[in-house]
């Protein structure tokens, strides 16, 4: 069964603070995995894409990492800030039998960010 | 720059009551997505589009419709409302492929009473 786990489900850190989420999935065949940020109250929107030839993709202070052979992957966040405040989601994409592109999403990691 | 527009944002509906959440992305995206969010839990996909006039079954169908009569727009429609339907409904398009973006829409927080 096609499934994406994220750990750990919350976490709480001060504010300049790294830390490091994580995503387990079990999804085949594997097209491409991505994170997304979500605001309280607010749409999902994307921060990284990655392709199963990738190993690390940037976007400013936010780092995600891919090993395609363990399907691990991990998002980093460098010297936090109160607005990095959110639920952050791996979703990994691939296509189905008839050939449809889905995407399969984790449950999310809440952060807290305290000042 | 509209993106995807949902309406409404919020609605309190009473069991076996109907209504239809409207979702209008002006993208020219081919493919369009209708997921619920409940707490705590992932996104589960409702229904799909992936262009006008084809539509296709999700995850979580049950109790649910959906028409694509143009590129623009993609209803959700709810026939008769249940407390298990209570949850965040979010609307996603995007062109289709690999490597394309999904945009979601703000959402709308269904509350059945």
């Known amino acids: 069964k096609n499934q994406v786990e994220q750990s750990p489900q919350s976490l709480i850190i001060l504010e300049g603070k790294n830390c490091t989420l994580q995503?387990?999935?079990?999804?085949?065949?594997?097209?491409?995995l991505r994170w997304y940020k979500q605001d309280t109250g607010r749409g999902p929107v994307s921060l990284t894409i990655?392709?199963?030839?990738?190993n690390t993709k940037s976007n400013g202070r936010y780092t995600a990492t891919l090993d395609a052979d363990t399907k691990q992957s991990s998002l980093h966040i460098t010297a936090s800030q109160l607005s990095d405040s959110a639920s952050y989601i791996c979703?990994?994409?691939?296509?189905?039998?008839?050939?449809?592109?889905?995407?399969?999403f984790g449950t999310g990691t809440r952060l807290k960010v305290l000042a | 720059n509209a993106g995807v527009t949902q309406t409404p944002k919020f609605r309190i509906l009473k069991i076996g009551q109907s209504m239809t959440l409207q979702c209008t992305q002006d993208m020219n995206h081919n493919y369009m997505y209708w997921y619920r969010q409940d707490p705590g839990m992932g996104l589960k996909l409702i229904y799909y589009s992936v262009g006008a006039g084809i539509t296709d079954k999700g995850e979580v169908p049950n109790g649910y419709n959906v028409s694509r009569s143009t590129t623009e727009d993609f209803p959700l429609r709810l026939e008769l409302a249940a407390p298990s339907q209570t949850s965040v409904y979010f609307c996603a398009s995007m062109f289709g492929g690999m490597n394309t973006e999904a945009f979601f829409g703000q959402g709308t927080r269904l509350t059945v009473v």
């Open positions: 979703v990994v994409s691939a296509y189905d039998r008839s050939g449809t592109y889905k995407y399969i």
């Open positions: 995503c387990n999935y079990t999804v085949s065949p594997f097209s491409n």
């Open positions: 990655m392709t199963f030839s990738e």
